[in-house]
């Protein structure tokens, strides 16, 4: 099979290990140009008056940087894994059902839409 159960000793590296998860560092990184894209989106779309109405009390036009507490950093790299690691199985489950070895982008087109609802 293309791919096997977590529980299958044999398993190798067709699936990242539960000790293997993504470089939390590169995940920060993704993150935080994410968030200066998002940031520069705003500004640019807002331009250079805010109105009143909008502004509540307390708020600040000051751009704050976004942070991510180590917890939160390292539970979304889990989930990234999780998410990574169910996409393969599933699209696995695709291709081996119509005979062939290798997955496509068919094949995690085939599953995308399902997944994200379970997501």
Do not use: Y
């Not at 159960?5 to 990184?29: C, E, K, R, V």
């Not at 939160?72 to 989930?79: Q, R, V």
């Amino acid at each position: 099979p293309l791919v096997r159960s977590t529980s299958d000793p044999s398993l190798g590296s067709l699936l990242p290990s539960m000790d293997n998860t993504f470089d939390p560092d590169l995940i920060h990184a993704i993150f935080k140009l994410v968030w200066s894209r998002g940031a520069h989106e705003r500004e640019r779309n807002e331009g250079t008056e805010v109105l009143e109405s909008e502004a509540g009390a307390g708020t600040s036009k000051k751009s704050r940087p976004t942070s991510v507490n180590a917890n939160a950093l390292k539970l979304s790299c889990e989930l990234l894994r999780f998410f990574v690691t169910e996409a393969v199985e599933r699209a696995a489950t695709i291709a081996e059902a119509e005979g062939v070895s290798k997955i496509e982008a068919t094949h995690l087109e085939r599953i995308l839409p399902q997944l994200l609802l379970d997501f």
